[in-house]
C-alpha cells in the first residue's frame, strides 16, 4: 500500500478522504478491482503486491493512495485493488474507459507473469467498480462501435447497425460550408462526441477505417478475379501443351505407317 495507513480500515478510509478533499465533488473517488486467479496458481505476496502495481500503471493509475488487499477465504486466490481517483497532486485520475483498460491490463499480466489460463480465458477482472452513468453509457457505445465497425464500409452501415442497438449517430456540419466536420452518438438520452467514446472513433478516424476496410475488401474482389484468370490462363496453357503432345504422336504414328509402307 502506499499513503495510507494499513494497520486498520477506518484509518485507511480516514487517509483516503483527506486527498478527496482536494477534489470534494468529485463522486465516488475510490477506484476497486478484484483480481482473481484460476485455482491452483501460487503467488508469494511480493508478487501479488507487483502484478497490483502494474496494473495499476497500466490502468493510468498512477502517482495515487492504493491498497491491495489479499484474499484467501475461497477455493482460488485473489486480491482486491483500492486506489484514490484523485492523485497527490490533487488531479482526477482514471479517467475514460477504464473498464476496457483493465481488461487489457488483465490480459497483458497474464502472459508476462506466464499465469495460468483456465478455460482459455486470461487473468480474470471481477467486481470491477460499477460504472456511473453517464459512463455506464459511454462505455456501451464503445462496444457496439468496436463490436459492429468491422463489417461496415461506410458510415450508413455502421448508422444502421448501431441504431438496431438504440444508438443514433449525429453529424456536426460547418454553418457556412456545409461540411461535415464531427459526429456524435446517442443513446439513452446521452449524447457523445466521437472523440469521448475514442480517439479512434472521431469522425475522420472512422472515416480512415472505413476507406481501409472498403479497400481491402476491393484487394479482396481483385485478387479474386486474378486467381481466377490464372486458372484460366493454367487451364488453357495445359489444353494447349495436351493438343500438342496429342499432335506430336499422331505425326510419330503417321511417319511409322509410311515406314512400314502402310
Known amino acids: 500500500m ?38 491452483g496458481e501460487e503467488l508469494s505476496h511480493e508478487k ?11 490502468i493510468e493509475m498512477r502517482d495515487t493512495q492504493y491498497a491491495v488487499i489479499k484474499h484467501t477465504d475461497k477455493q482460488h486466490l485473489h486480491m482486491h485493488i483500492v486506489a484514490n481517483r484523485i492523485d497527490n497532486k490533487g488531479q482526477i485520475i482514471g479517467k475514460g474507459l477504464i473498464v476496457e483498460r483493465g481488461i487489457k491490463a488483465a490480459q497483458e499480466l497474464t502472459r508476462e507473469y506466464h499465469l495460468q489460463q483456465e478455460q482459455g480465458k486470461n487473468l480474470h ?37 448501431l441504431l438496431s442497438e438504440g444508438i443514433s449517430m449525429r453529424y456536426r456540419h460547418d454553418p457556412a460550408t456545409g461540411e461535415c466536420q464531427g459526429v456524435s452518438f446517442r443513446s439513452e438520452r446521452r449524447a457523445f462526441g466521437g472523440y469521448r467514446i475514442d480517439p479512434a ?4 478516424s472512422l472515416q480512415q477505417t472505413l476507406s481501409l476496410q472498403q479497400e481491402q475488401v476491393l484487394q479482396q474482389q481483385l ?29 510419330q504414328r503417321h511417319s511409322l505407317g509410311h515406314g512400314l509402307g502402310l
Open 2 to 39: 502506499e499513503g495510507v495507513r494499513g494497520h486498520d480500515y477506518k484509518s485507511m478510509a480516514e487517509d483516503f478522504e483527506v486527498q478527496h478533499q482536494f477534489w470534494p465533488e468529485k463522486e465516488k473517488p475510490v477506484f476497486h478491482a478484484a483480481l482473481t486467479f484460476p485455482r
Open 48 to 58: 501479488m503486491v507487483e502484478i497490483a502495481r502494474e496494473y495499476l500503471q497500466k
Open 125 to 161: 477482472l471481477t467486481n470491477m467498480e460499477a460504472l456511473r452513468e453517464p459512463d455506464a453509457i459511454r462505455y456501451r457505445i464503445y462496444q457496439a462501435i468496436q463490436h459492429h465497425l468491422p463489417g461496415c464500409y461506410r458510415l450508413e452501415d455502421l448508422e444502421k447497425r
Open 223 to 251: 485478387n479474386l478475379i486474378k486467381e481466377e484468370q490464372d486458372r484460366q490462363r493454367e487451364a488453357e496453357r495445359l489444353e494447349h501443351q495436351q493438343q500438342q503432345v496429342q499432335r506430336h504422336e499422331h505425326r
Open 201 to 204: 472513433y472521431t469522425l475522420k
